[in-house]
């Protein structure tokens, strides 16, 4: 079954540092795409980052890269010099085909808190 | 603009009231998906239409009903059959065969 873990439920850092978020996920698919969102405070879904399976190169989005590691079955996003504004929940999430219809499954989450 | 509307944002219920969220998108998107947020947790799926006229149930739709009667819009009913309704409702949607998922704003449903 496929599978989203994020470890950190909590995460404070200093404004200006850059700060990685966890996350793990478990699939059979040869094929599939791994998404980062950000929720503020609002509950708004912002979409941050992709990955697709096949892609070779690391996605860059500005100030968000995300380090995918396959082999591992890590997809971790690295936010360089945080600013407090990026203080929110963050989901990693996995796109599955789950009996042939495209899904969107979410880990837990993990809440940054970007400290002045 | 394109996008997806939630409404109503709050929505206050009395416990054993059916209740019928609004969800609609002019991103002329096939799919269409309700989900379910509790305080501090993940996304967890309830239902979605891949096609109008179509569903299927996600991993939590005991409780709740939805229909799909025209492309643009995805209403999900909370029936009083649902033991915990109170949390956070998200609607996104998606074109067939692509990663662009949009997300709506949500309705926060509190039921009393």
């Known amino acids: 079954a496929q599978k989203i873990t994020q470890t950190q439920p909590g995460m404070f850092v200093q404004e200006k540092e850059a700060v990685t978020l966890d996350c793990t996920y478990d699939t059979s698919d040869q094929s599939y795409g791994l998404f980062w969102y950000k929720q503020p405070s609002s509950g708004e879904m912002i979409f941050l980052i992709y990955q697709g399976s096949y892609d070779e190169q690391n996605a860059t989005e500005g100030r968000y890269s995300l380090n995918f590691q396959k082999a591992r079955k890590s997809a971790n996003l690295v936010i360089s010099a945080s600013q407090l504004g990026d203080s929110a929940m963050y989901f990693c999430a996995m796109r599955a085909i789950i009996q042939g219809a495209q899904k969107l499954v979410f880990g837990q989450g993990t809440r940054l808190t970007i400290n002045p | 603009d394109g996008g997806i509307t939630q409404s109503p944002k709050y929505l206050f219920r009395k416990e054993g009231q059916n209740v019928t969220l609004s969800c609609e998108q002019n991103?002329?998107?096939?799919?269409m998906y309700w989900y379910r947020q509790d305080p501090g947790q993940g996304l967890r799926l309830i239902y979605y239409s891949q096609i109008v006229n179509d569903f299927q149930k996600g991993d939590i739709a005991e409780g709740y009903s939805v229909s799909r009667e025209k492309k643009e819009s995805f209403p999900l009913t909370v029936t009083s059959a649902q033991k915990n309704p109170t949390a956070f409702y998200l609607c996104?949607?998606?074109?067939?065969?692509?990663?662009?998922?949009?997300f709506g704003s949500g309705t926060r449903l509190t039921v009393v």
């Open positions: 996104a949607s998606s074109p067939t065969g692509t990663y662009g998922y949009t």
């Open positions: 991103l002329n998107h096939d799919a």
